[in-house]
């Protein structure tokens, strides 16, 4: 099928050291967020709290960053297609399909890293650990937005975002593990488009009816309006 509208996700920045770290005994700091909602004062730190970050997936690296205990690797899963040129068409995907959660580098994003760091903290080069929102989560990292260096007869031409049946199988993967697991499971899309999509609002309200928290990005600026999912009356829009 020719390729369609992709969701596209929101900025970020994001750097990292490939050196090997560790978390235990690290002295820890509160970025400017978590102060301005007193995160330090709160005695919430998600613990028992399923995050299913729905983005990029991690990269490669994701170990230095973060404890094994946060991130339930075994649940993460990646839902991608393949784009290529067809003569006579133009550049075509193909049908959703079941993969890892990593990034591809170099051409991916680490958005889904970033992400994850602002819900459970990050090493920084075995210096420091920098607080999360909810610390004490586990995070489920389902990659559902991606990136491709497509050839073609005039070069390459490289695509980044996802897909709405990409999310929707994302969002739809979380609403059925959810009744398997034992504690409260949230989704988190730091993700948007400009338009609404039945098919990622059909995946909502599933993900709803099984008792699953729908969080979304409202956008990167403010006078560019709502943005959907975010936009949606069921979903928790924030950002």
Same mark, same amino acid.
């Given at each position: ?86 003569? @006579? *068409?133009?550049? #075509? ?6 993969? /890892? ?8 994003? +680490? ?58 199988? @994302? *969002?739809?993967? #979380? ?6 697991? /034992? ?8 993700? +948007? ?47």
């Amino acid at each position: 099928m020719p390729v369609d509208v992709m969701m596209y996700r929101e900025h970020f920045a994001f750097q990292f050291d490939e050196e090997s770290v560790t978390t235990a005994g690290l002295p820890e700091v509160t970025p400017f967020n978590l102060d301005m909602i007193d995160a330090e004062w709160t005695s919430n730190d998600g613990e028992g709290v399923y995050v299913a970050v729905l983005d990029t997936g991690l990269l490669p690296q994701w170990p230095f960053f973060f404890s094994q205990a946060n991130i339930r690797d075994d649940l993460g899963i990646g839902f991608r297609v393949d784009i290529w040129w067809e003569p @006579g *068409i133009g550049f #075509v995907r193909g049908p959703v399909y079941a993969s /890892d959660f990593i990034t591809k580098v170099p051409e991916g994003s +680490g958005h889904g890293t970033h992400v994850t760091s602002t819900v459970v903290g990050f090493n920084v080069n075995n210096l420091y650990w920098v607080r999360g929102v909810a610390p004490e989560a586990q995070i489920i990292p389902v990659l559902v937005l991606d990136a491709w260096n497509v050839s073609y007869p005039g070069g390459y031409m490289q695509f980044t975002g996802g897909f709405y049946d990409q999310i929707a199988y @994302g *969002i739809y993967y #979380v609403a059925d593990l959810a009744e398997t697991l /034992d504690g409260p499971v949230i989704i988190s899309m730091s993700l +948007g488009g400009p338009a609404p999509s039945p098919i990622i609002e059909d995946a909502i309200n599933y993900a709803i009816s099984k008792g699953v928290m729908v969080v979304a990005s409202a956008g990167n600026e403010g006078y560019a309006g709502m943005g959907w999912p975010g936009a949606y009356p069921q979903v928790i829009s924030c950002g």
